[in-house]
């Protein structure tokens, strides 16, 4: 695997990656930045919600779960002094769906933070990472 930022111009980069994709990284104009782009810190957080998503919504589909929307909230709280280091993260899963079974999803969260997600695997080596998450029967606003 490999990924390359480029500069942009000022402090805003381009990154990407073998799959061919581009993300705009930027910062705060507090640092001499255009406010145009993710601050690296919320793609490494980003990273660690999409790569669990992607295990839980995979094992829900195996155990034949019918969900209507599944979302991974990440909340982080960072050291004041630098390197700004993520020092708890809160995943909170919420997963949308009438018949949602309870256990199928612990299970599955369970799965993906044990097993298969590497981000949560890297990043639990040096960061407390809680887990909370809970079923919604109603359907959930149109999202992103």
Not at 21 to 35: D, I
Not at 102 to 115: C, F, G, M, N, P
Request: hydrophobic content about 40%; some cysteine; aromatic content about 6%.
């Amino acid at each position: 695997m490999q990924a390359t930022v480029a500069l942009k111009q000022e402090m805003s980069f381009a990154g990407t990656a073998d799959s061919g994709f581009t993300v705009n990284l930027g910062t705060s104009p507090m640092v001499g930045g255009a406010n145009d782009g993710f601050r690296p810190m919320e793609l490494m957080l980003i990273s660690l919600a999409g790569c669990t998503a992607m295990d839980v919504i995979s094992i829900l589909r195996k155990k034949r779960q019918e969900i209507d929307q599944l979302e991974v909230r990440a909340q982080a709280e960072r050291t004041a002094e630098h390197p700004r280091v993520f020092t708890d993260i809160l995943l909170t899963y919420v997963v949308y769906g009438s018949q949602v079974d309870d256990t199928a999803v612990a299970r599955s969260i369970e799965l993906s933070v044990t097993k298969y997600c590497a981000a949560h695997a890297m990043l639990s080596r040096s960061v407390s990472i809680r887990h909370s998450y809970e079923i919604r029967a109603d359907s959930p606003v149109n999202r992103v």
